[in-house]
């Protein structure tokens, strides 16, 4: 009980933090934070399941996060009918080659009762074929259809279905990915396995920037369909502009907010929906197992449990919920921006999510999305104000105060660093800790 009027009080005070926001800024700002603050809480979820429930460690978020959101361009973007009439051949020859190389490999590796060097050189054999064949075919094909408008197209385009079409295939994309990462990565010790998802992160964000084939790379995919009305259409709409004129708004201000409503609308029922999920998940006799696994894989092990199958159903589950939050991602903003893609900044801010609000308890990893985005993007504005207060009697020459105010940005780095260690030296466990007692020997 205990625990539930903490977890009520916490997250009262971040509806009043989301509230006190609205009347200091603007509702914009605030039906915004709450749009990214809902897809953060979804990647918090996603790492959660992978960290919280088994131990596992995935530096891996922007990797997954940048398929979820390719996925997206790959559903909804109609076909680019020329750039297939110049490629789209080649990129079947393509894919036809690489599924008979890896069946190939496959019935090799299995099935041919082969002295290891000799299998070895059938292996190799095999994939040299393979890559000869690829660049003799592929890499024309590529440059075909990169060359058609490629100030506009350049790419293969998708399906042309709708966009909420990809909320679906974005986890099953990801979850795919994940399959093959784990299956190379898993039987790694935690400490490489977290240098290994990392570095496959890395590559797939690569891929995703440079084949511009598929994705259109740098030069981004723009105009995505959205799932919510444009603000045009509700300013020239009679009963919106009527239902303005109620609420004492302004039409063309108050339209920007009716669409981000549209948004948090279809959001909160799927973070709902995760939620469930999770939730019950965990406390099912599989969730138990999972953490008998986390605690103790060696007594888990003695008991006849597959930890490499569990690791893997896991990992791939958290990816799955990762991917889906990068489809919401790119819906959201209206457009596939590869270059947005940072490991090296993104990753971790997930984790500060999942850890600030408690490892291992679904409530805190959605907590800690909710605050961790807020101050992250509340930073920089209240940075403004605070060196703005500090500096002023430098007076309005002085080359530090400017210098100060200029670079206020970095207060989020700061500000994040800052939550991090006063969270972990007084509540190490999160804001909201796993149950005591929920563990493999209760």
Same mark, same amino acid.
């Given at each position: 009980?205990?625990?539930?009027?903490? &977890?009520?009080?916490?997250?009262?005070?971040?509806?009043?933090?989301?509230?006190?926001?609205?009347?200091?800024?603007?509702?914009?700002?605030?039906?915004?934070?709450?749009?990214?603050?809902?897809?953060?809480?979804? @990647?918090?979820?996603?790492?959660?399941?992978?960290?919280?429930?088994?131990?596992?460690?995935?530096?891996? !978020?922007?990797?997954?996060?940048?398929?979820?959101?390719?996925?997206?361009?790959? !559903?909804? +973007?109609? $076909?680019?009918?020329?750039?297939?009439?110049?490629?789209?051949?080649?990129?079947?020859?393509?894919?036809? /080659?690489?599924?008979?190389?890896?069946?190939?490999?496959?019935?090799?590796?299995?099935?041919?009762?082969?002295?290891? &060097?000799?299998?070895?050189?059938?292996?190799?054999?095999?994939?040299?074929?393979?890559?000869?064949?690829? =660049?003799?075919?592929?890499?024309?094909?590529? +440059?075909? /259809?990169?060359?058609?408008? $490629?100030?506009?197209? *350049?790419?293969?385009?998708?399906?042309?279905?709708?966009?909420?079409?990809?909320?679906? !295939?974005?986890?099953?994309?990801?979850?795919?990915?994940?399959?093959?990462?784990?299956?190379?990565?898993?039987?790694?010790?935690?400490?490489?396995?977290?240098?290994?998802?990392?570095?496959?992160?890395?590559?797939?964000?690569?891929?995703?920037?440079?084949?511009?084939?598929?994705?259109?790379? !740098?030069?981004?995919?723009?105009?995505? %369909?959205? $799932?919510?009305?444009?603000?045009?259409?509700?300013?020239?709409?009679?009963?919106?502009?009527?239902?303005?004129?109620?609420?004492?708004?302004?039409?063309?201000?108050?339209?920007? /907010?009716?669409? =981000?409503?549209?948004?948090?609308?279809?959001?909160? %029922?799927?973070?709902?929906?995760?939620?469930?999920?999770? +939730?019950?998940?965990?406390?099912? %006799?599989?969730?138990? @197992?999972?953490?008998?696994?986390?605690?103790?894989?060696?007594?888990?092990?003695?008991?006849?449990?597959?930890? =490499?199958?569990?690791?893997?159903?896991?990992?791939?589950?958290?990816?799955?919920?990762?991917?889906?939050?990068?489809?919401?991602?790119?819906?959201?903003?209206?457009?596939?921006?590869?270059?947005?893609?940072? $490991?090296?900044?993104?990753?971790?801010?997930?984790?500060? @999510?999942?850890?600030?609000?408690?490892?291992?308890?679904?409530?805190?990893?959605?907590?800690? *999305?909710?605050?961790?985005?807020?101050?992250?993007?509340?930073?920089?504005?209240?940075?403004?104000?605070?060196?703005?207060?500090?500096?002023?009697?430098?007076? +309005?020459?002085?080359?530090?105060?400017?210098?100060?105010?200029?670079?206020?940005?970095?207060?989020?780095?700061?500000?994040?660093?800052?939550?991090?260690?006063?969270?972990?030296?007084?509540?190490? &466990?999160?804001?909201?800790?796993? =149950?005591? *007692?929920?563990?493999?020997?209760?």
């Amino acid at each position: 009980m205990k625990l539930l009027h903490s &977890r009520i009080f916490l997250f009262a005070v971040m509806a009043l933090l989301l509230i006190a926001t609205g009347l200091v800024q603007s509702w914009s700002v605030v039906t915004t934070i709450l749009n990214l603050c809902l897809i953060s809480a979804i @990647m918090s979820l996603g790492v959660n399941i992978q960290w919280g429930y088994a131990g596992l460690v995935n530096f891996g !978020v922007m990797g997954f996060c940048a398929v979820g959101g390719m996925a997206v361009v790959l !559903v909804a +973007e109609p $076909p680019v009918g020329a750039a297939w009439s110049a490629g789209g051949r080649g990129i079947a020859i393509s894919a036809f /080659i690489v599924a008979v190389a890896i069946a190939a490999c496959l019935v090799v590796a299995r099935k041919l009762k082969l002295r290891t &060097r000799l299998k070895q050189l059938v292996l190799a054999a095999i994939i040299m074929i393979a890559i000869f064949l690829l =660049k003799q075919v592929f890499g024309p094909a590529t +440059e075909a /259809i990169e060359a058609v408008d $490629p100030s506009l197209s *350049g790419y293969l385009g998708g399906l042309g279905l709708p966009i909420l079409a990809s909320w679906i !295939v974005a986890p099953v994309l990801a979850a795919g990915v994940a399959w093959l990462v784990g299956k190379a990565a898993l039987g790694l010790r935690t400490d490489y396995l977290a240098i290994a998802t990392f570095g496959i992160s890395e590559i797939l964000v690569t891929l995703v920037r440079n084949e511009d084939w598929l994705t259109r790379g !740098v030069k981004n995919v723009v105009g995505l %369909p959205r $799932p919510a009305p444009y603000e045009i259409d509700l300013q020239q709409a009679i009963w919106f502009q009527h239902l303005a004129a109620g609420l004492g708004q302004p039409v063309d201000g108050f339209s920007t /907010i009716f669409v =981000k409503l549209c948004f948090a609308a279809l959001f909160i %029922p799927v973070l709902a929906l995760l939620m469930w999920l999770s +939730e019950s998940a965990l406390n099912s %006799p599989w969730g138990r @197992m999972m953490r008998a696994v986390r605690d103790n894989e060696v007594a888990a092990n003695a008991m006849g449990k597959d930890i =490499k199958k569990i690791h893997l159903t896991v990992f791939v589950l958290g990816a799955a919920v990762i991917g889906l939050g990068g489809a919401m991602l790119v819906t959201l903003d209206g457009q596939f921006t590869p270059s947005s893609y940072q $490991p090296q900044r993104f990753t971790f801010l997930i984790w500060i @999510m999942m850890i600030i609000g408690g490892s291992g308890n679904n409530w805190g990893a959605v907590l800690g *999305g909710f605050l961790i985005w807020f101050c992250w993007v509340e930073a920089e504005p209240a940075g403004v104000w605070l060196l703005d207060l500090l500096t002023r009697g430098l007076g +309005e020459q002085s080359e530090l105060r400017h210098h100060l105010l200029a670079n206020a940005s970095q207060m989020r780095l700061v500000v994040m660093g800052v939550v991090l260690l006063v969270v972990l030296r007084f509540m190490p &466990r999160g804001l909201i800790p796993e =149950k005591r *007692g929920q563990s493999f020997s209760d």
